[in-house]
């Protein structure tokens, strides 16, 4: 009898036990690996992104950071496979801007949507710059639209090396009056190639991929897509200040976890990314990539994760641009 009187007060003092052993975990995190995905291969923006994070992360929060690439469809592989992924805060997500919000507007089938994720923490932004081979007689925007108006068909060639490019160039191209033949290639160095070797007329390429050439003198920047200049080619106007009021596209990378992930684990990233993204020593780091720091504000990047899929479904609907 004593012990049955007993029973409910232990079990009162277990799931308190409980609790704070729960607490506690969730204080702990993370307490072991933590998995960094990435949509693209080694080598690129996004993957040299994920890995400078993913150290800094390692540095702040005592366990590994391990970048693990899987690439392929335009990060679509990448965004389902976090989705399927336990939401425990193990698996992360360096998604670009183009996984969060092209391609949306372009994929008519997709194993995933935006609402999936959780945002944490806008990693870095970047401008494309339109680029043009040194031999086109054009040295500005103003140049391409003369170029574009004396042929026949009112268009010029452009070398798509991603669907997030080419929805920021025809972006400008609607609002410019001019029309693109728009070229794939499987991704942005095959479409540089292209554009060396004169087979297009125009791309648009992230500054790490071209500024090589451009330090060369092979291939001419005419303007870069945000709202302001780029400090890694400070000469070269917007396409605002080009005859384009307004047009502002910034290139993005982000973090996100799956939407279910606990909120004690996304402030835990977020405390991290906060201090992280504010170093001298990333924005150092940044620089070479041609990269903004971003910031820990989930409901900012929430924002423009939602006003970037306005915009982009509009121009995916006006240029007639879909993928079944």
Known sequence: MKILKRLPRALACMLVGLCVFSAAAHARYPDHPVSVVVGFAPGGTNDILARLIAAKLQAKLQQPFVVENRAGANSIIAAEYVTRAPADGYTIFVASSGALTINPAVYSKLGYKPSDFKPVALLGSFPLVVSANASLPANSLADLKTIASKRSDNTLNHGVGSSTFQLAAEYYARQA????????????????TALLGNEVDIGFFDIAGVIAQIKAGKIKPLAVTTAERSPQLPDVPTIAESGVP?????????????????????????GALKEILADPDTAAKYEPLGMMPGNADGADLQKRIDDDLARWDKVAKEANIRVN
């Open 177 to 192: 009056g001019i029309k693109l033949v728009n070229i794939s290639y499987r991704g942005t160095g095959p479409a540089v």
């Open 246 to 270: 307004g047009y502002d596209v910034p290139i993005w990378t982000a973090l996100v976890v799956s939407k279910n992930t606990p909120d004690e684990v996304v402030q835990t990233l977020q």
